[in-house]
């Protein structure tokens, strides 16, 4: 992807949360309203399955809140205990969903194989409709948030998008299920608890996938090639940069840290080589909204020795206190 492309994709800071706190509070509503529902007619019309899939829903909504709740706590700015601010706050949201998403599938394939030695009672045909529906439902919530998760790169949005994705497939099997028992008669009624373990089944792999992929964000996996690559360009365009050696970019929630080592002309004086970084620092800012905080360390570009003739370039150096104090610019000296 070419910087230019990249950085018109570029949204404010503020934007990207508003949209990932209004799609999560749709998702509350929806799974709400849901919830109540399938509970209510799995209960009066005899249907494991629908039941299993309430129970599901209405712990999506608490997953839901607690993502809304991380939301607010990672808006909040930087204090003395938390110099790099709070924005893990909503990474830590996403594994929490992811494990919540894991439970809850446990309990379903529970409730299923408890059902299956239990007296056989047929579910009402009617609670076709709603399984249907749900279908249809959480097919179009897994769109949208999917959507707006990987448009804001929102972990805790996109671990929900894939929870309502396992949830339409778990409901389709609920319908699967509540349909072998209308067209082959009662003989059948044991579908309906096969379906639900199949759904438990279904939302347990999803959940697993989410929890690998949020606990790696918060292991300071590197960001995406295309972001990566977008912010060496800019800094490599800076005036008295000559190259760029090291380019750290970790992802803390919604938001992003660089740590960037940049070559400039070794017989600078210290007073111009602290304007370069500083220029630098400002123009990744002002060029990249969702990064939070820039750390520049200087470096000389390669120098021919006159004493030897032999060409030399500096190592990077940086000791492993440095990774843990606030952002600042650095000069090599």
């Known amino acids: 992807m070419a910087v230019g492309e990249y950085l018109r994709r570029q949204q404010s800071i503020d934007d990207i949360y508003r949209q990932v706190t ?32 309430a129970v599901n829903s209405l712990g999506d909504s608490i997953a ?7 939301l607010y706590v990672a ?19 996403a594994t929490t969903v992811a494990t919540l998403i894991i439970v809850s599938g446990s309990f379903v394939v529970w409730e299923g194989i408890e059902r299956l030695f239990a007296a056989p009672e047929v579910p009402a045909m009617w609670t076709l409709w709603v399984a249907g529906t749900n ?27 894939w929870d309502h994705r396992a949830d339409a497939l778990s409901a389709l099997a609920a319908l699967g299920g509540l349909g072998l028992i209308y067209w082959r008669g009662a003989a059948w009624v044991s579908a309906d608890a096969a379906a639900s ?14 929890f690998r992929v949020s606990s790696s964000e918060l292991m300071d996996l590197q960001a995406d090639t295309d ?21 750290w970019v970790r992802k803390s929630g919604l938001e992003y840290f660089v740590d960037i080592h940049i070559e400039v002309d070794p017989h600078l004086t210290v007073y111009a080589g602290h304007a370069i970084g500083h220029r630098v620092k400002a123009r990744l800012l002002e060029e990249f909204p969702r990064i939070r905080d ?10 021919r020795h ?13 000791s492993s206190d440095e990774c843990q104090r606030p952002s600042r610019t650095e000069h090599s000296h």
């Open 294 to 303: 820039v750390l520049v360390h200087l470096e000389p570009a390669s120098v």
């Open 135 to 161: 279908v249809l439902l959480k097919e179009a919530l897994f769109r949208y948030h999917l959507h707006v998760g990987q448009r804001t790169g929102s972990a805790s949005l996109l671990a929900n998008a």
């Open 75 to 93: 808006r909040r700015p930087a204090d003395a205990e938390h110099p790099y601010g709070h924005t893990r706050a909503e990474g830590i949201a």
């Open 306 to 318: 006159e004493e030897d003739g032999l060409e030399h370039t500096s190592p990077p150096v940086r």
């Open 197 to 210: 373990m199949f759904v438990g089944l279904i939302i347990i792999v999803s959940g697993m996938h989410q």
């Open 64 to 70: 839901t809140l607690v993502v809304i709740a991380a």
């Open 22 to 53: 209004r799609a999560a509070a749709a998702g509350l509503g929806i799974n709400l309203s849901l919830g109540g529902i399938k509970l209510i007619s799995g209960w009066y019309g005899h249907s494991l399955a629908l039941m299993a899939d």
């Open 227 to 247: 972001l990566v690559e977008a912010i060496q360009r800019v800094a490599e365009g800076i005036d008295g940069v000559e190259g760029v050696e090291t380019l």
